[in-house]
């Protein structure tokens, strides 16, 4: 079986994650075993659990968490990528979460997990063919 | 021709390093580099384009608020990455000479740098 890794650098609002989304899809649907994705630099945005996108927007969001719930796939943040745009695990509840909300001791998505740099070596020999969008 | 590989086979990988220092990219890209270096993979820097500003003596990044990562570049032979390519016609493009902060640079022209590229099977860009 053929197998397949895939490096999301792209904000939810790009193009580009977009045809990052049709593109594993695809893979998928061709029978193509994708074993991880992995969020870097602007990608990890992706992975915000704060993302509300007009309706009559593409909902990449959505999109992710399907390829998660009904595929299962595996979808690693970095989260050095993450501490740098202000996405963290580790909220301080004792009040000193950047936001000021206190009621969520993460702001990242649920069906992301919390990965580092390792993650993606670790893809990079799992599968036969990495892809960077 | 694309070149094929079997699962676990040790791989080429190849890291495109296309942005200037004041640019996030530029420090993911090292990280990463730095990353796959401690895990013992064959990995290769190319730098092309603005990418080769990073490889430049004496610069302050920290005037205009940027955290100076290029001293991090030191590290790179320590982790025994120790093929780094760079395009000579972009150092010429730009009026830069080779004065570099970094040892085992590798000056190759447009064709010996593609060539070079078609020997890795993954090729990362920032």
Same mark, same amino acid.
């Given at each position: 079986?053929?197998?397949?890794?895939?490096?999301v650098t792209t904000p939810p609002s790009s193009?580009?994650t977009?045809?990052a989304i049709?593109?594993?899809?695809?893979?998928?649907?061709?029978?193509?075993?994708?074993?991880?994705i992995?969020f870097y630099q602007d990608g990890v945005l992706n992975a915000s659990a704060?993302l509300?996108?007009? *309706?009559?927007?593409?909902?990449t969001a959505?999109e992710w968490q399907?390829l998660?719930?009904?595929?299962?796939?595996?979808l690693?943040v970095?989260?050095?990528?993450c501490?740098?745009r202000?996405l963290? &695990?580790?909220?301080?509840? &004792?009040? *000193?979460?950047?936001?000021? *909300?206190?009621?969520?001791?993460? *702001?990242i998505n649920?069906y992301f997990?919390?990965?580092?740099?390792?993650?993606?070596?670790?893809?990079?020999?799992?599968?036969?063919?990495?892809?960077?969008f | 021709?694309?070149?094929?590989?079997?699962?676990?086979?040790?791989?080429?990988?190849?890291?495109? @390093?296309?942005?200037?220092?004041? @640019?996030?990219?530029?420090?993911?890209?090292?990280?990463?580099?730095?990353?796959?270096?401690? %895990?013992?993979?064959?990995?290769?820097?190319?730098?092309?384009?603005?990418?080769?500003?990073?490889?430049?003596?004496?610069?302050?990044?920290?005037?205009?608020?940027?955290? @100076? +990562?290029?001293?991090?570049?030191?590290?790179?032979?320590? %982790?025994?990455?120790?093929?780094? %390519?760079?395009?000579?016609?972009?150092?010429?493009?730009?009026?830069?000479?080779?004065? +570099?902060?970094?040892?085992?640079?590798?000056?190759?022209?447009?064709?010996?740098?593609? @060539?070079?590229?078609?020997?890795?099977?993954?090729?990362?860009? +920032?």
């Amino acid at each position: 079986m053929q197998t397949l890794s895939v490096v999301v650098t792209t904000p939810p609002s790009s193009y580009l994650t977009i045809t990052a989304i049709d593109f594993i899809k695809g893979a998928i649907e061709a029978g193509i075993d994708v074993v991880g994705i992995f969020f870097y630099q602007d990608g990890v945005l992706n992975a915000s659990a704060n993302l509300s996108i007009p *309706n009559d927007e593409f909902q990449t969001a959505n999109e992710w968490q399907k390829l998660h719930t009904i595929h299962n796939m595996s979808l690693h943040v970095c989260i050095s990528a993450c501490e740098m745009r202000g996405l963290t &695990d580790e909220i301080d509840v &004792d009040g *000193n979460s950047p936001s000021g *909300n206190n009621d969520q001791q993460s *702001n990242i998505n649920q069906y992301f997990t919390v990965s580092g740099l390792g993650e993606l070596v670790e893809l990079t020999s799992k599968s036969q063919r990495m892809v960077q969008f | 021709m694309p070149i094929s590989f079997k699962n676990n086979a040790s791989k080429n990988i190849a890291i495109i @390093n296309s942005s200037s220092t004041i @640019n996030n990219a530029s420090k993911e890209s090292l990280d990463a580099a730095l990353i796959y270096g401690s %895990y013992e993979q064959n990995i290769a820097l190319f730098f092309q384009g603005e990418g080769v500003r990073q490889l430049i003596k004496n610069q302050k990044t920290e005037i205009v608020k940027v955290k @100076n +990562f290029l001293k991090t570049m030191a590290a790179l032979e320590f %982790y025994d990455i120790e093929n780094i %390519y760079v395009c000579k016609k972009s150092l010429i493009e730009r009026g830069l000479i080779e004065d +570099f902060h970094i040892e085992n640079i590798q000056l190759l022209d447009v064709s010996e740098f593609s @060539n070079k590229l078609h020997l890795h099977h993954v090729i990362l860009r +920032f």
